[in-house]
């Protein structure tokens, strides 16, 4: 199975926590997720698995290059999979809601001015905070905004 695989080449036991947690981000449709997220949905799947482990692999699953980990609104950190494919973030301030987006104009302008800086490009994180629109259509409400500021919990 591909996860076994990955886990092993990632130098990892393929655990059941661990093909667990993979598998949840390998097949779901969402693919930003917080600790609590993961271990929500596997609570759901009938899985008796702490939050504590779970934190542990994801934390492993990071520094195996399986997950990339974001830090986004309200201090906590955002997992998704470490794929290769390259994209920007808009995340909501009020819901956390994250959208992914590319642009090559961005892409290109981003390159252009670090050669101007002479510097050489790694890589970039770029991630917009704004607010999504309501589910009801009405436009955003600014107000709950200021309720997530930063550093707090
Ligand atoms: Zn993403």
């Known amino acids: 199975m591909a996860r076994e695989l990955d886990l092993k080449n990632a130098g990892l036991k393929a655990t059941l926590p661990r093909m667990k947690v993979l598998d949840l981000f390998q097949g779901s449709k969402v693919r930003h997720m917080t600790a609590e997220d993961v271990y ?48 920007d973030h808009i995340v909501c301030v009020n819901t956390g809601q994250v959208v992914e987006f590319h642009d090559a104009e961005i892409e290109k302008r981003i390159e ?40 707090t919990r």
């Open 112 to 151: 252009k001015i670090v050669k101007e800086h002479g510097f050489e490009l790694v890589d970039h994180v770029l991630h917009i905070r704004a607010l999504a629109p309501s589910k009801d259509g009405k436009p955003p409400a600014r107000g709950g905004a200021a309720k997530t500021g930063r550093g």
């Open 40 to 87: 929500r949905l596997l609570m759901d799947e009938g899985m008796d698995v702490g939050l504590a482990t779970i934190y542990r692999v994801l934390t492993q699953f990071e520094q195996a290059g399986l997950l990339k980990r974001h830090h986004f609104e309200g201090g906590k950190s955002i997992f998704e999979l470490h794929d290769g494919d390259k994209h």
